[in-house]
């Protein structure tokens, strides 16, 4: 098979590429990439896809595929900014977009694709706004500038742009591809003034191109839009002529520093209203107007047409309910006492709107659970709840994967080690779900984690990194894992890179500094004890053994106290004192916190870190294990390197 691609020929048989008839010298590995894409040209190709396809399991880092596709735009005269043949598609992957002829050599459509220069044939290229246009686009990456953007056909001249009839509407009509098809019409100026006109344009043109880079949304071209300008043609016969299933429309009044623009999604067959929404705006800087603006609309589209994460099974197509949920999420992702509230609230808001949002439900459970640990005075209520949500997720959707998962962690909290296994075993190698919250690999390494399995757990989070090089939740059990396996060096790195990314700062901060209790550095403990954050009561603890670090009788005298203080239950408050117990020397109350708190415990590194060595040794430890159900389990999966069988039904851990 020969592929005739722009200047190129690209000839599987040989695995040869020429460029303009010339031999290009190119890496295997990279023609084997750009083989993959053009082959898949149908579909967007997923970072993991590419990963397995070249790597074969090996786990790289994100800076090779990266380094692989730069290489393979370079080959065929594409590059990052104009994207004109391999596009990024934002949170998802890669997909080959350039014109490509693979019909028999001979035959009359087997022609030479003529080279165009990048700036013309790029969505940037001569029609772009300026490079300050564009930005703005942070952390809500395409979505952030959705609305900047429906024809940069029209900032042509007049003449220019009345093109008549293009082929595609000219010919016959054409079947619409996918229901996730759109078209964006020129918006119309309500201003009155034509002064105003470039004012429309610069809010329009960037929205076909960002639309263009949603995951799964196929975008027309504005070329074929820009006809409709001004015509008074159905909203059928538009989306016949065009091919696609849906029309995103609007109109722009500016007058002096107010703006107001209105916004509305059409069923092209039927012409029903699908979604509309209209956004009154001081002007100020109007490149923040347009972000705002953009990311509101984005939402909206991608949960209307069931876009990306929003396509998932027990996502919801209700606006609002949406709205309250991604409120709740990122008040989830504080994970302090004043947030899981708020959390709390949103998620009920939204399953109001939309009961059978499963989505919302399964949040709900992780919410109440997590929850209850940082706030342990609801504790009980909250875990009771937490359950409830999840059942009522389970019963809205049973087949979501999502679901199964947490299900597996549920499993996971009480014993139920097999079931928790064979759960994540049957979901996809390396599925993660659109959030990459809740990932098989993520849970898989909290599973290995759990049974003490610290070495595996590390390698099954890694590749959990290696899909999502910024997931804040992959760093947070890699630290764990690490520590667990005995590099305290990668674990606090690990946890370095967390509490850079702002991502669930106090578990980052907490986290590192039972680390840092198992190196015995009284000066790395001092650092990572200045991090910390909590509430009143977990602060006094830190307060009190902070100034005894080199006075291990004067520490060990002060944990008693506090152990000896009564307390509510309370999960932190006897992880506290279990790893400082540990490291002033008292390993039997340190082994007395732990068998409170071990049965459903959220923390799957609770006893594997290293400066619980001596509790490990002790009897009793074995006899915690057992009730957990670990020792029947290694007896049928395998010893961890923390213990080893002794006799017919005995072992020892160290």
Same mark, same amino acid.
């Given at each position: ?88 598609l934002h949170r998802t992957g890669y ?91 020129p918006f119309a100026d309500l201003s ?35 006809? $409709? *300008?001004?015509?008074? #043609?159905?909203? /059928?016969?538009?989306?016949?002529? @065009?091919? =696609?299933?849906?029309? &995103?429309?609007? +109109? ?34 109007? $490149? *923040?107007?347009?972000? #705002?603006?953009? /990311?509101?609309?984005?939402?909206? @589209?991608? =949960?209307?047409?069931? &876009?990306?994460? +929003? ?52 949040y709900l459970y992780c919410i109440y ?286």
């Amino acid at each position: 098979m020969i592929y005739r691609l722009r200047g190129c020929e690209l000839d599987a048989a040989r695995f040869e590429l020429k460029r303009n008839g010339e031999t290009v010298s190119v890496e295997p590995q990279v023609l084997e990439l750009l083989l993959y894409l053009i082959e898949h040209r149908d579909r967007a190709v997923t970072r993991n896809e590419l990963f397995e396809k070249l790597w074969r399991g090996r786990i790289v880092t994100d800076s090779a595929l990266n380094s692989r596709i730069k290489a393979a735009r370079s080959a065929i005269g594409d590059d990052g900014a104009s994207q004109a043949q391999i596009r990024t598609l934002h949170r998802t992957g890669y997909r080959f977009v350039g014109p490509v002829d693979d019909s028999p050599a001979g035959s009359p459509a087997a022609q030479p694709i003529a080279a165009t220069p990048a700036a013309l044939s790029s969505d940037e290229g001569l029609l772009a706004p300026p490079p300050l246009a564009r930005r703005r686009f942070g952390l809500l990456g395409a979505a952030l500038g959705l609305l900047l953007a429906v024809g940069a056909f029209s900032l042509l001249p007049r003449d220019a742009r009345d093109l008549g009839s293009p082929p595609a509407v000219a010919s016959a009509a054409i079947a619409p591809v996918s229901r996730q098809s759109l078209a964006v019409l020129p918006f119309a100026d309500l201003s009155g003034d034509p002064e105003q006109r470039y004012f429309v344009d610069g809010i329009s043109v960037e929205l076909m191109k960002v639309l263009s880079h949603l995951p799964d949304l196929l975008v027309t071209n504005r070329t074929s839009t820009a006809y $409709f *300008e001004g015509r008074n #043609e159905t909203s /059928a016969a538009i989306g016949e002529q @065009l091919g =696609v299933a849906h029309l &995103l429309t609007g +109109s722009v009044r500016k007058a002096g520093d107010h703006v107001r623009i209105t916004v509305e999604l059409v069923d092209a067959a039927s012409g029903y209203q699908l979604w509309a929404d209209s956004y009154d705006r001081e002007l100020g800087d109007i $490149f *923040e107007v347009q972000d #705002e603006i953009a /990311a509101h609309v984005a939402t909206a @589209l991608q =949960v209307k047409l069931g &876009l990306g994460e +929003s396509a998932e099974i027990g996502m919801t197509r209700n606006v609002e309910a949406y709205d309250a949920f991604l409120r709740g999420y990122a008040a989830y992702n504080e994970h302090t006492r004043e947030a899981f509230p708020v959390a709390i609230e949103h998620m009920h808001r939204a399953i109001a709107l939309d009961p059978k949002f499963s989505r919302a439900w399964a949040y709900l459970y992780c919410i109440y659970l997590d929850g209850a640990n940082v706030v342990p005075e609801r504790g009980a209520e909250w875990a009771r709840k937490s359950v409830e949500s999840l059942e009522r997720a389970r019963s809205v959707t049973p087949d979501s994967p999502f679901v199964h998962i947490l299900e597996a962690r549920e499993d996971m909290r009480f014993g139920r080690l097999v079931e928790a296994r064979a759960t994540l075993d049957a979901l996809p190698d390396g599925y993660w779900t659109a959030d990459r919250f809740v990932t098989r690999d993520v849970f898989l390494g909290r599973a290995l984690l759990a049974t003490g399995h610290a070495q595996d757990a590390v390698e099954a989070l890694e590749r959990a990194r290696a899909a999502d090089p910024l997931s804040a939740v992959a760093d947070l059990y890699l630290a764990i894992a690490y520590a667990a396996a005995g590099d305290s060096g990668k674990a606090l790195a690990a946890s370095d890179r967390g509490l850079a990314s702002g991502a669930f700062r106090a578990n980052f901060a907490g986290n590192a500094l039972l680390i840092a209790l198992g190196t015995r550095d009284a000066d790395e403990i001092r650092r990572r004890l200045s991090m910390v954050e909590g509430a009143p009561a977990y602060s006094a603890i830190y307060e009190a053994v902070a100034p005894l670090l080199d006075d291990p009788h004067a520490g060990l005298a002060e944990v008693r106290r506090i152990a000896a203080a009564p307390a509510p239950p309370d999960f932190i408050r006897a992880v506290l004192i279990a790893h400082w117990a540990a490291y002033f020397g008292d390993a039997p109350l340190a082994l007395e916190q732990l068998r409170g708190i071990a049965h459903g415990s959220p923390d799957e590194g609770l006893l594997w870190r290293p400066v619980l060595t001596d509790v490990r040794k002790l009897p009793g430890f074995k006899e915690l294990v057992r009730n957990e159900g670990l020792a029947a389990y290694w007896r049928e999966n395998g010893w961890p390197a923390f213990c080893r069988p002794t006799a017919a039904d005995d072992f020892e851990c160290t």
